[in-house]
């Protein structure tokens, strides 16, 4: 039976994945996203800072990395797709994600929301990186189905922008965290992103600092406070 504080992984639906049970109810759903060449592992640091009402769930990502640097990526590597993913590269990841999520709604099988089906139809993801590209993925692709949003170092995916429109992002909360010393995806990229999802209706709280690509302890306690409000 699981406990509150399992973090084994699991293997079930098709997915390798960490989960961290709900402490408190009603309780909330939090999908955790890796950035690329991470694993089910690589996020854990956060459930530290997350608040206890949450069943989070840490999945491993379908794709594997380059074979020199380990682990996984949300997009298939292909010869001629370096650079930021795209949608269309995404899309696949994104759609595996919410079968996910539906999966665990139908067959809780000792995730301790087996009274509260409601948390699974409008959930929170937070993702670093490529993972916080494929976080956007899902907020464009399903707005009905997502709530809160956290983007750590992470970027608009080519693509996403032609799917925005005025209201399509009408209350979804964004966390937006990013150094300003960010080599790998820059800062003012960063800047630009918010600008875009503003226009579509996305409530975007921004925390930076003056670090490179990673998440600064002033954004992580910034980012738990903002999950804390529901």
């Not at 949450?54 to 590597?77: F, M, N, Q, T, V």
């Not at 993925?137 to 992470?154: F, M």
Request: net charge positive; hydrophobic share 40%.
């Amino acid at each position: 039976m699981p406990t509150v504080n399992d973090s084994t992984p699991v293997e079930k639906f098709g997915w390798t994945f960490r989960y961290r049970l709900a402490k408190k109810k009603p309780s909330r759903v939090l999908l955790l996203l890796h950035g690329w060449t991470g694993d089910e592992r690589s996020m854990w640091q956060f459930t530290r800072n997350l608040p206890m009402d949450y069943l989070i769930i840490a999945p491993r990502a379908p794709y594997p990395a380059l074979a020199d640097k380990g682990g996984y990526s949300w997009r298939e590597i292909k010869p001629g797709t370096w650079g930021s993913p795209t949608l269309a590269e995404l899309e696949f990841s994104a759609d595996k994600l919410l079968s996910l999520v539906d999966a665990l709604a139908r067959n809780d099988a000792g995730f301790g929301l087996d009274s509260d089906k409601r948390a699974f139809v409008g959930f929170d993801t937070i993702g670093f990186s490529q993972g916080g590209a494929l976080a956007l993925t899902l907020a464009v692709l399903y707005p009905k189905r997502v709530n809160n949003i956290g983007v750590l170092s992470g970027f608009v995916p080519p693509g996403v922008d032609a799917l925005l429109r005025p209201a399509l992002l009408d209350g979804m909360r964004f966390f937006w965290a990013h150094g300003t010393k960010d080599e790998m995806i820059p800062f003012q990229r960063g800047v630009d992103a918010i600008k875009i999802l503003k226009n579509a209706g996305a409530d975007i709280h921004l925390c930076q600092a003056e670090i490179g690509h990673k998440v600064s302890k002033n954004c992580r306690d910034a980012l738990k406070d903002f999950l804390r409000e529901k």
